[in-house]
């Protein structure tokens, strides 16, 4: 079965919402997941964030949940890029995007994906706060997956 990926999952340039659709004649379900950047995390009013990492290693975290998501399911189509670097309230910090024969595929993987790569890929989220405080995210600690 044809399947595509991209290769570049770590970006410091403004992430955009694509467009159109893989172009896969048999594809179809396609699930679009952006994460958003808030302005309030646990009741702090946040201005801002920043995401820093080491590239080449989280790029290989990325591609590697990726390719065991592809064998859990038949997709015809996978992939997650990230952004480094500050960030606004209201920019797009990370893209998820699947695509299947049928739609359930495609959200399963998805939710694996974006979920794997929450908690498993080294890239570290640093928040910055009205009051002019700043503090590192301790990351996602709730196993449940249900915020």
């Given amino acids: 079965m044809n399947t595509e990926t991209h290769s570049n999952h770590i970006q410091t340039e403004i992430l955009e919402i694509p467009n159109r659709f893989p172009d896969l004649p048999s594809m179809g ?22 995401y820093e990492a080491y590239p080449e290693m989280a790029d290989k975290m990325i591609s590697d949940i990726i390719e065991d998501a592809k064998k859990q399911w038949d997709l015809q189509f996978a992939d997650c890029i990230h952004r480094l670097g500050v ?10 995007s699947t695509g299947a024969v049928h739609r359930d595929e495609a959200y399963l993987a998805n939710r694996y994906i974006i979920d794997r790569v929450k908690h498993e890929v ?17 990351g ?5 997956h249900k915020h």
């Fill in 140 to 144: 996602c600690q709730d196993e449940t």
């Fill in 87 to 96: 960030l606004n309230i209201g920019e797009v910090a990370v893209i998820v």
């Fill in 29 to 50: 379900g396609y699930v679009f997941f952006a994460g958003i950047v808030r302005n309030i995390n646990e009741g702090r009013q946040v201005t801002h964030l920043e």
């Fill in 122 to 138: 080294a890239i570290w989220k640093k928040e910055y706060y009205t009051d002019g405080s700043s503090e590192w995210s301790k």
